[in-house]
């Protein structure tokens, strides 16, 4: 079947929000105040339907296959990632609990915050095609796209072969992390 890649929709936040808390683990336990992905899902459920926050529908792409929904990627300005990210510490005072977060985006580079697909589909190429269209935008944009993979990630292999260089390690949520940047000359560490 073809792959599909479409901006999503707020009636995406049911098929969205468990995969993104899947995907993004501990770092959504983070920004949610909770320790399951399942409490993350309902929490990032919410937000997905809003406007200006990191993991909102505006900054999302979805991949469909014959028309239903497969996976998805979540980017946006590096420039905007502090501002983004003030929905979740202000979620997080809310709860009690302290407001810092280490925002991932960095000025002048789109940020790949997440690329998922589910289980089944994955192994026909379908990441590669979704993170090209992140890149086409990127290339669009005139910036190069960066994201974070945690350590033993096996998709770190995907991002390789698309062109990817390490630039640098980060530890977030208590995981190491290497940034990866395509799209401009980087020197690896």
């Not at 505006?58 to 929904?69: D, F, K, N, S, V």
Request: proline fraction near 4%.
């Amino acid at each position: 079947m073809t792959l599909r890649i479409r901006r999503a929709q707020m009636f995406d936040a049911a098929f969205a929000a468990p995969l993104i808390a899947q995907t993004i683990g501990s770092i959504g336990w983070t920004l949610t105040g909770t320790d399951n992905d399942e409490d993350a899902a309902h929490i990032i459920a919410q937000f997905f339907v809003g406007r200006g926050n990191r993991l909102s529908f505006t900054h999302t792409l979805i991949a469909e296959e014959g028309g239903r929904p497969v996976g998805l990627a979540v980017l946006y300005a590096g420039e905007l990632a502090h501002d983004l990210d003030e929905v979740f510490r202000e979620h997080r005072r809310m709860l009690g609990l302290p407001p810092e977060i280490v925002s991932e985006g960095q000025a002048g580079e789109l940020y790949l915050d997440t690329l998922a697909l589910i289980p089944e589909v994955r192994g026909r190429g379908y990441g590669g095609q979704l993170l090209e269209a992140c890149a086409q935008k990127a290339d669009q944009l005139g910036l190069p796209l960066a994201l974070l993979v945690e350590a033993g990630n096996p998709a770190e292999r995907l991002y390789t072969r698309s062109g990817f260089v390490p630039a640098e390690k980060v530890r977030l949520s208590g995981h190491e992390y290497t940034r990866m940047v395509r799209g401009r000359s980087s020197v690896s560490f």
